[in-house]
């Protein structure tokens, strides 16, 4: 038993700031001046899932908050370990997610002389953080760590960063003092107010629905964030609206759900004369809410945790809040005045109608078996591998160009925040990451990632991560040997001293990124027709170990199916 004289140094405090604020995992790459902080943090029951990059680090600790709802924690050393974070915390900002950096920063007498690894660490992360803190002293820590953890969860979630100066993790307090620190700092722990809505905007809403002959519900990874799905279900079967979910909005409602207007995409938004959208911003994946995509007359009502967005957009009516609340008193205000369109309504007829179309026709391309690979064929294949399992449904991780967005149609989401894909920025390099994190937050679901290779190159090196830590993830490759595949110039861009090099959009043909995993102890798969891999998914999928599926793609396949939306 330690006596009130024994002193703790700030690498324990920082743990001990952490585990009470409820902060049980941390993503990062240890080193010079922080390796003491990552093995006190174990110590005290944080798991640290160390990683090769604090990119993808970075990305596993933005997608662990947006899963949790807890910010994730992503540890790095100075200079360097922060500008590789901030990839990590420009995901945060840009995708709402919660997160918290955590840097260690050069000894404080020592800046501005060229100490090792030194960099003005406040100034790099500003344009990506919500607010950042530097501990001068170790008095400041408990406070600085509470301040980071309930600013990035609070309002719309985002980054946060708290430099600890080398120095400031060498210096000691006793243990007496230090609880006296961490309670004066938690009972100084400001709760948030969320703003909540009036019933007279309400009302407002509930008016402009009833009154409105198409109406439209959106919504996105901010309703996810909230979890508002129970609302939104009570939502839209009560009012049997149709409702159209972004990307990674996907599975707040099963897809399979009668009022999905997934596959209607294009009439649903370019005819609807009242949106409702919830925890989604009118950004350029909704056309910024413009014509010719949506209609002129549309009228918006947006359901935002942020004024600034309402701001911005300027709906026909906002309603400021957290999405689960603000949808909670709409319907509770509905149930007193209650309409449903019902299923011959001829705008939900009309949806109904053309969603059927668009599926017969999808289907029929999806129901051939194409060798060499397309893109269609094996995601049918993924795609029913993936329902035969049932619920839980496991964790969808995409990226890639051709693959991502084949895969955002033809994969299907049943259960809430179970597909992580490249996000607002469209940013490759998430894959693996998003894995790590999906794992650690829900071992009980198999993860399955369906990556381009370009896509899966980014991050490839975690694949050692993936074995090392034993964790649950199938990472499918669809390898058509580049950006977008085989080289596409056209003969005047072949021309010139290095015509002879490979195309930029090239990479080595062939490559067997199915061996770099067995090079860690992995699993490697390599299939180019179906019952190959039907195969390696079945064994791969009652394995629960990691895995890398090399799937040989036609090179030129792609274009053809004529639903590529990705911008270059
Ligand atoms: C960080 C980042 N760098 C570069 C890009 C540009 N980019 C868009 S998609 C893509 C890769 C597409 O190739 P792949 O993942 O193999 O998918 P495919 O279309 O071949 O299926 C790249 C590099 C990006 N979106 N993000
Ligand atoms: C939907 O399809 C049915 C059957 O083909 C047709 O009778 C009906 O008119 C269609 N409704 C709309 C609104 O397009
Ligand atoms: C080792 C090996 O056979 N790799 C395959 C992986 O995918 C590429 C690209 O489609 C194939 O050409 C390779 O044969
Ligand atoms: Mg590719």
């Known amino acids: 038993m330690a006596d009130k004289s024994t002193v703790i140094d700030s690498n324990l405090l920082v743990a001990k700031a952490l585990a009470r604020a409820g902060i049980d995992r941390m993503f990062g790459v240890v080193g010079i001046p922080v390796t003491s ?136 307090v006793t243990e007496s003092e230090a609880n006296k620190l961490l309670d004066d700092a938690e009972s100084s722990r400001k709760i948030e107010s969320v703003k909540s809505v009036s019933i007279d905007e309400i009302a407002k809403a ?191 991780v995409s990226e890639g160009a051709n693959t991502m967005d084949v895969g955002r149609s033809v994969l299907v989401q049943m259960e809430p925040r179970t597909r992580l894909d490249a996000g607002t920025w469209g940013t490759m390099g998430v894959g693996l990451g998003y894995c790590i994190a999906a794992a650690v937050a829900s071992p009980d679901r198999l993860v399955v990632a369906v990556e381009g290779d370009s896509g899966f190159g980014f991050s490839a090196m975690e694949v050692e991560t993936l074995v090392r830590y034993q964790l649950a993830v199938v990472v499918i490759v669809f390898n058509n040997g580049g950006v977008y595949g085989g080289d596409r110039r056209s003969a005047e861009d072949i021309t010139g001293p290095f015509k002879d090099d490979p195309a930029p959009t090239s990479f080595v043909p062939g490559a067997a990124y199915h061996v770099l995993i067995e090079a860690f102890g992995g699993k490697g798969y390599l299939v180019g027709t179906p019952d190959e891999l039907k195969s390696a998914l079945t064994e791969s999928f009652s394995a629960r170990k990691p895995a890398v599926i090399n799937v040989t793609i036609d090179p030129y396949a792609g274009a053809e199916s004529g639903r590529m939306q990705h911008k270059n």
Not at 95 to 120: A, T, Y
């Open 206 to 396: 509930i008016s402009l629905i009833r009154k409105a002959e198409r109406p439209l519900i959106v919504f996105g990874k901010g309703a996810a964030i909230a979890r508002a799905e129970g609302e939104l279900k009570e939502l839209v079967e009560k009012t049997g609206i149709p409702f159209l979910p972004t990307p990674m909005g996907k599975g707040l409602l099963p897809d399979s759900h009668e009022l999905a207007a997934t596959a209607a995409r294009s009439l649903a938004i370019g005819k609807c004369d009242v949106a409702i959208i919830v925890g989604a911003r009118l950004n350029w994946l909704l056309h910024f809410g413009e014509p010719p995509k949506w209609s002129k007359d549309v009228k918006f009502i947006l359901v935002d945790i942020d004024e600034g967005e309402i701001e911005l957009r300027k709906p026909y009516l906002g309603l400021v809040g957290d999405a689960k609340r603000t949808l909670k008193v709409l319907n509770k205000e509905i149930k007193d005045d209650p309409f449903c369109l019902g299923r011959s309504h001829p705008w939900v007829e009309a949806i109904t109608n053309k969603t059927k179309e668009n599926v017969l026709r999808m289907e029929a391309q999806l129901a051939k078996d194409v060798v060499p690979f397309n893109f269609l064929t094996p995601m049918r294949i993924i795609r029913d591998a993936i329902s035969a399992l049932g619920s839980p449904a496991p964790i969808l």
């Open 37 to 172: 902080l990552a093995n006190r943090a174990v110590a005290l029951g944080i798991r640290f899932i160390a990683f090769h990059n604090e990119q993808s680090a970075g990305y596993a600790a933005s997608a662990y908050g947006y899963l949790t709802g807890l910010p994730g924690i992503l540890l790095t050393v100075s200079g360097p370990g922060c500008v590789h974070g901030l990839a990590g915390l420009s995901n945060a900002a840009v995708n709402g997610w919660p997160m918290v950096m955590i840097s260690g920063s050069c000894d404080q007498k020592d800046f501005g002389r060229g100490d090792f690894q030194e960099l003005d660490q406040i100034a790099a992360v500003k344009p990506f953080v919500k607010f950042s803190v530097k501990a001068k002293d170790i008095k400041e820590i408990p406070n600085s760590v509470f301040s980071v953890i309930d600013h990035a969860r609070s309002g719309r979630p985002g980054g946060c960063y708290l430099d600890i100066p080398s120095d400031v993790l060498h210096q000691t």
